[in-house]
């Protein structure tokens, strides 16, 4: 595809998203309309949605002060203009490509390139309704964290100690065409910085060798205090992705349970497992009250608002409501509730989110706290957004009775 045909693919995205669609499914009914899309192409113009689900709001502040129409074309527009590509090869008018611009945006292209020269007026590309939480959240870091909520997330992977090293799987790399360097912060990751699209396509990720995982995501799960030979139970797994970190590093010795509500996940998670040369065992609500007081570890990985991650899932942030987040927190402190039981004494309660506010965070273990006495507070780290990784709230809850 030319470069005027995938802008034009992103301006259907958009308009689809700013009309209220899912953009997962917006982008999976465009693939399946443009079969003709190779695999370059689609990731091409999702990198495009992305970068300008990003900076939204600063997009649209732009627009708004220009009294210009929100809609895909001015939004690709001002991407363009952002990266300062040639209008004139993106506006094209041909088949398959955006009409070419009128008189009024030859105007404005100029003041929005006048803009570009001083630097785009900074927008705190946030929801409005979260910047005071944020602001507290945060502190001094917040400035930095806004910046770096615009810029595309970092990739990195986990190698799986159960089955290789990060010298062998830095080797494999190489040979692959893929650039990778050993991450500091962790025992087991891998920072990528050159052709991350080709990791899920070779032999090691198929075989089970590494796993694609963010290095704070694998910072939080080594922080953990825990031993072999133990029962552990993922508690809202997903598709099992801090389950299978904990495996690897105790390579393999243990009882590794896993439970979510979302059945596909579960399969997934499966997948990997077998992959990666772990058994996974299934709590559901038919076996469930077999197994209460009888775990060492639970791991609680909420459902949140996900603003840790907002880098790899910008449309998230645009979703989120007053009264989406006041179910989600309700849920977090509900599903503390429902896993208190399965704990033995003096076992640990893994509280964990992938979220920056306090809300979220210490407020909820606080309110858990004060309605569990026998639950004591044994450990808590925030760990915030940078240039390696995401940001993730991890709190350590231990038993007593």
Known sequence: MRRDSRANAAIFILDEFLAGQNLNAILSKWTKANRYAGSSDRESIRDIVFDILRVKKTFTFILN???????????????????????????????????????????????????NERGFEVIDNIPDFLLIEFQ????????????????????????????SDVSSILEVLSSEGIEGKIAKKVRHGIEIIGNPRRLTQIQAFKDGYFEVQDLHSQKTIEGLPIKEDTKILDYCAGAGGKILNIASLLKGNGRFFVHDLDKKKLIEADLRAKRAGIKLKRLNAENMEKHHNSFDYILADVPCSGSGTWRRNPQQKWRITPDSLEEILNRQISILNEVKDLIKKNGLLFYITCSL?????????????????NFSLSNKENITIDAQGDGFFCAVLQKKN
């Open 65 to 115: 002060k220009e009294k210009q129409l929100i809609n895909g074309r001015a939004l690709v527009f001002l991407y363009s203009v952002y990266y300062s590509l040639p209008l004139n090869d993106i506006f094209t008018g041909q088949k398959y490509g955006p009409d070419k611009l009128n008189n009024y945006e030859n105007e404005f292209s100029e003041i929005a390139k006048k803009n």
């Open 136 to 163: 507290r959240s945060l502190g001094s870091k917040f400035n930095n964290v806004m910046r770096l909520l615009e810029k595309r997330a970092p990739v990195s992977i986990r190698v799986n100690a159960h089955k």
């Open 357 to 373: 506010l306090k809300i979220e965070n210490e407020e909820v273990v606080d309110d858990f706290l004060i309605q569990n006495k």
